[in-house]
Nanobody, 121 residues
Framework: QVQLVESGGGLVQPGGSLRLSCTAS???????AGWYRQAPGKQRELVAT???????TYADAVKGRFTISRDNAKNKMYLQMNSLKPEDTAAYYC????????????????WGQGTQVTVSS
């Protein structure tokens, strides 16, 4: 089973940018995946998904600001985050997902450690 490890988080000022990376333990050519986030005291929420073919979906809260992408040759996926807001502060996780017509029906595998993103001045 593929293992996914997140990296790239940090402290950034409002309006700034960060790029998160998700590194896989083996080929990701055929998998669908997503980025989730969880803020303190809140439930984990879906941020974006990407299919094996590169089709993407986004939560309304990040549409137009975040971009999910993948580089199958490097076994990596990315989340480019622009125009960051304090409410984007959370731990971010990548995970394999089971999609039906772009809707996540299940997550597959275990959650990783995540990478912390803090947006603050």
């Amino acid at each position: 089973q593929v293992q996914l490890v997140e990296s790239g988080g940090g402290l950034v000022q409002p309006g700034g940018s960060l790029r998160l990376s998700c590194t896989a333990s083996r080929s990701i050519f055929s998998i669908d995946a997503g980025w989730y986030r969880q803020a303190p005291g809140k439930q984990r929420e879906l941020v974006a998904t990407i299919t094996s073919g590169g089709r993407t979906t986004y939560a309304d809260a990040v549409k137009g600001r975040f971009t999910i992408s993948r580089d199958n040759a490097k076994n990596k996926m990315y989340l480019q985050m622009n125009s960051l807001k304090p409410e984007d502060t959370a731990a971010y996780y990548c995970i394999r997902v089971f999609l039906v017509d772009t809707v996540v029906r299940a997550t597959i595998g275990s959650w990783g450690q995540g990478t912390q993103v803090t947006v603050s001045s």
